[in-house]
């Protein structure tokens, strides 16, 4: 398939041809949501066993939560420093001239998340691989199973410094024009509020459109779709293809996908997540949220 933003997407075939590159660095970015006993709310699990049990060879495993977030008492996966994300990343390898893979299984959001932090601290050469474990396997690549083989720091270390212009705070959401696309990237259970993994309070924020994260990938392939496919997504859910977009979630893992896929479709002028999502939305009751 083409898109407009290619070198953003890697295909297994690709990978695979390149496995012995020392620059070529593997990133198994899995992590679980486990709902809570009670129905409401969930927890994490990262997806450290699931990788010593089969990877990609020669990848690595990176914790989103544990590795790449800041730590909060409500909030999951918000951002770190650029001094812990840097160190993080620096322990696994990546330097310079690194080209960075990322991949996940089930849902690719946790591949697109780091790609999307990644960019903020100012790495650009990193993509998703497409279809991410499942289409790995169903190929019947090689496998490698065992914890990760420590690699080598990097020869030209990379300098990691935050940018603006791809998290925005619950301030941006609040202050968004009419002209700025509000999108929520969870299921339309979730969307209407009848989800059973509530983030706080269900609902979503008044004037919000459907893009559900599992719409842009194939179901049985897990491969992305077409340009013209994600482009039809996003007109059907009233999202101008110019229009400047935020996008959030439970916790800003889904909607970095969404944001992931516009941006292979090369469209809009400015896509971002809401860092926090819903978790942070709800925490405040005076912030509403609407059903239905």
């Known amino acids: 398939m083409t898109y407009q933003n290619p070198k953003n997407l890697a295909s297994i075939k690709e990978i695979s041809a390149r496995l ?111 279809g991410g474990w499942k289409a790995w396997t169903n190929a019947g690549l090689p496998v490698e199973t065992g914890a990760a083989k420590a690699r080598p720091a990097a020869s030209k270390p990379f300098s990691w410094t935050y940018r603006p212009g791809f998290f925005v705070a619950s301030d941006e959401v609040v202050a968004r024009t009419e002209d700025e696309a509000l999108v929520n990237a969870l299921g339309a259970d979730s969307f209407r509020g009848e989800a059973p993994i509530a983030y706080g309070r269900p609902g979503r924020i008044p004037g919000s459109v459907n893009v559900p994260t599992s719409s842009l990938v194939d179901p049985d392939t897990g491969l992305y779709l077409s340009q013209q496919q994600i482009e039809k997504i996003f007109a059907d859910a009233g999202v101008k293809p110019d229009a400047p977009l935020i996008a959030y979630c439970g916790a800003g893992v889904a909607a970095s996908n969404v944001v992931f ?7 809009g002028t400015r896509s971002v997540v809401y860092d926090g999502s819903l978790l942070d939305w709800s925490s405040d009751p005076d912030r509403p949220l609407v059903t239905g």
């Open 261 to 267: 896929a516009r941006t292979l479709s090369g469209a």
């Open 20 to 130: 012995d590159d020392p620059n070529l660095v593997i990133l198994d970015c899995t992590s679980t949501v486990i709902p809570a006993d009670s129905g409401s709310g969930f927890a994490v699990a990262d997806g450290r066993g699931a990788f010593e049990a089969g990877h990609i060879p020669g990848a690595q495993f990176v914790d989103l939560e544990r590795d790449l977030s800041t730590p909060s008492d409500h909030l999951l996966f918000t951002l770190p420093s650029a001094e812990q994300f840097g160190n993080a990343l620096n322990r696994l390898g990546i330097g310079a001239e690194s080209r960075v893979i990322l991949y996940s299984t089930g849902q690719p959001g946790w591949a697109a998340r780091v790609w999307l932090m990644l960019r903020a601290f100012g790495f650009e050469n990193a993509a998703v691989l497409n």
